[in-house]
């Protein structure tokens, strides 16, 4: 069974760039046809995808955080790693990774990492 594990500091500073691991263990990283999902909470609202890397390494950025998101892989720990720089407190949210459907009639995800918290302030 795939597992998907968060790690990284609970507490970023404005201005400053969060940095978050996910390792997944059960599979790896680079199998055909799978992708590698961040997603995160904010408190009292809903989930907000913020990108994805495939198992080619290609990635993919919501609109609305491209600026500011790179995503980043090591397959030799069969990691990937979320990067949001400049922070504000509106990015307080618990962050998830996770890997999505892959069958084309399918929705959703079909592991979730536990989540972690991640709080915006000085």
């Known amino acids: 069974q795939v597992q998907l594990q968060e790690s990284g500091p609970g507490l970023v500073k404005p201005s400053q760039t969060l940095s978050l691991t996910c390792t997944v263990s059960?599979?790896?990283?680079?199998?055909?046809?799978?992708?590698w999902s961040w997603i995160r909470q904010p408190p009292g609202k809903g989930l907000e995808w913020m990108g994805a890397i495939a198992y080619s390494g290609s990635t993919y950025y919501s609109p609305s955080l491209k600026s500011r998101t790179s995503i980043s892989r090591d397959t030799s720990k069969n990691q990937f790693t979320l990067q949001l720089s400049s922070v504000t407190p509106e990015d307080t949210a618990v962050y998830y990774c996770?890997?999505?459907?892959?069958?084309?009639?399918?929705?959703?995800?079909?592991?979730w990492g536990q989540g972690t918290q991640v709080t915006v302030s000085s």
């Open positions: 996770a890997r999505p459907y892959i069958a084309s009639q399918s929705e959703g995800y079909d592991y």
């Open positions: 059960g599979g790896s990283i680079t199998t055909n046809y799978y992708y």
